[in-house]
Nanobody, 121 residues
Framework: QVQLVESGGGLVQAGGSLRLSCAAS????????MGWYRQAPGKQRELVAI???????NYSDSVKGRFTISRDNAKNTVYLQMNSLKPEDTAVYYC???????????????WGQGTQVTVSS
């Protein structure tokens, strides 16, 4: 079994910063890409940022230059540093990992439970 547990959400004023963390645990053989998604009320879940096992990154246009994704492969952890936060960044943020549980398994998508980020104006 694999679990992804997020932490670091909260309430912050516009212009402020938050750092999200997501640790993967359980039966893990390898982790490919890890990423952050978000879902605002009444909207579809959208990609925020993604990082490959080799460290290549990709960001949505709405967060480029403000958010930074990173990972610690030794700790099976991915981070999202969010700076210059805006009210429109308010959403539930979900961690995602493409994880293989054993060499004979295919990689599957796993999701965290989500953490609320609220940015006040």
């Amino acid at each position: 079994q694999v679990q992804l547990v997020e932490s670091g959400g909260g309430l912050v004023q516009a212009g402020g910063s938050l750092r999200l963390s997501c640790a993967a645990s359980g039966s893990i053989f390898s982790i490919n890409a890890m990423g952050w998604y978000r879902q605002a009320p009444g909207k579809q879940r959208e990609l925020v940022a993604i990082i490959t096992s080799g460290g290549s990154t990709n960001y949505s246009d709405s967060v480029k230059g403000r958010f930074t994704i990173s990972r610690d492969n030794a700790k099976n952890t991915v981070y999202l540093q969010m700076n210059s936060l805006k009210p429109e960044d308010t959403a539930v943020y979900y961690c995602n990992g493409v994880i293989r549980r054993a060499y004979y398994y295919s990689s599957l998508d796993y999701w965290g439970q989500g953490t609320q980020v609220t940015v006040s104006s």
